[in-house]
C-alpha cells in the first residue's frame, strides 16, 4: 500500500522496511516502523532501553488501526516523522535515562578483587572462564578477540580484560532491569494527529507518506535521520 522496500524474512528485531525519496536531487533512505493495532493504543517493543531510543529516532511510524472482527479490516492509518514522535521518545528516554546511567557507574566501580571473588584469583584466565560469566553476550569471534595474552603457543585472557567483561556483565544485567516493557503509544499522544495531514487515506498511501517524508528532509535538515543522505539500497 505505501510502496516500501521490505525483506519479507526480516528478523524479529531487524527493520520492518524502508522509506525512499529524492528531496532536491538529493536521494534519502529511511527507516520504517510498521505498527497495527485492533485498540486506540500501539504497543512498541520489548525490553525498551537506550538501543532502542537510538533507532527510533531516526526511523518513520507507520501506524495502521483496525477493526476487531474476526477478518480485521483497516479503519485508518497514521504516518509520523521523527520529529512528530520525538515527544513520545524523549519521554521514554526520560524515564529510564537514571537507570542506565546508574549501571554504567556501578560496573565502572568493580575492582580486581570483585573479579577474584566471582570467578577466583588466576594468573590468566580461558575463553570458557569468560562464557561462564557473560554467557552468549558475546559471540564466538569476540569471545576469541578477547584473548590478550600469549602463555607458550596459546593465546589467554588477562586479569584485566576478564575484569572489562566483568564489568560488561554487571552493565547488561543492570540494563535488563532499567528497561521498560512494551511501552505504550497512548491515545491522548496519537488522537491529535487524526484529521491533520498525518492521517493517510486509501487514495493516497504511498504519495502521503512520500510526501511526508519530503516536508521532514526540507524542514529538518540537520536532524539525525536525514544529516548523511545515502542513495537508496537494493529492493
Known amino acids: ?4 522496500v521490505w525483506d519479507r524474512a526480516h528478523q524479529r528485531s531487524g527493520v520492518d522496511a524502508y522509506l525512499d525519496v529524492v528531496v532536491d536531487g538529493q536521494p534519502h533512505r ?7 493495532t485492533t485498540r486506540d493504543s500501539v504497543g512498541s517493543a520489548r525490553d525498551v532501553g537506550i538501543e532502542h531510543i537510538s533507532k527510533w529516532r531516526r526511523k518513520f511510524f507507520v501506524v495502521g488501526f483496525y477493526t476487531r472482527e474476526a477478518q480485521p ?3 485508518r492509518c497514521l504516518c509520523l516523522s521523527p520529529a512528530d514522535m520525538e515527544p513520545w521518545i524523549r519521554s521514554i528516554e526520560d524515564r529510564i ?28 584466565y580461558t575463553v570458557d ?20 595474552m600469549k602463555l607458550g603457543r596459546k593465546m589467554v ?9 566483568l564489568r560488561l556483565r554487571v552493565k547488561y544485567i543492570a540494563e535488563r532491569g532499567a528497561t521498560l516493557n512494551n511501552p505504550k503509544l497512548e491515545k491522548t499522544f496519537l488522537e491529535p494527529f487524526f484529521g491533520t495531514d498525518r492521517e493517510v487515506s486509501d487514495s493516497n498511501w504511498a504519495a502521503a507518506v512520500r510526501q ?14 536525514v544529516a548523511a543522505p545515502g542513495a537508496p539500497g537494493p529492493a
Open 30 to 36: 529511511f527507516e520504517v516502523e510498521v505498527k497495527s
Open 157 to 165: 585472557i588477562s586479569q584485566a580484560k576478564m575484569l572489562e567483561i
Open 97 to 124: 535515562a537514571a537507570d542506565f546511567k546508574l549501571a554504567a557507574k556501578a560496573s565502572l566501580r568493580l575492582t580486581m578483587d570483585d573479579l577474584f571473588e566471582v570467578l577466583g584469583e588466576k594468573p590468566y
Open 73 to 75: 479490516e483497516l479503519r
Open 1 to 4: 500500500m505505501f510502496n516500501l
Open 129 to 148: 572462564d569468560a562464557k561462564a560469566l557473560h554467557k552468549r553476550q558475546l559471540n564466538a569471534a569476540q569471545y576469541k578477540a578477547a584473548r590478550d
Open 212 to 225: 511526508l517524508a519530503i516536508d521532514f528532509v526540507r524542514a529538518n535538515p540537520t536532524h539525525p535521520a
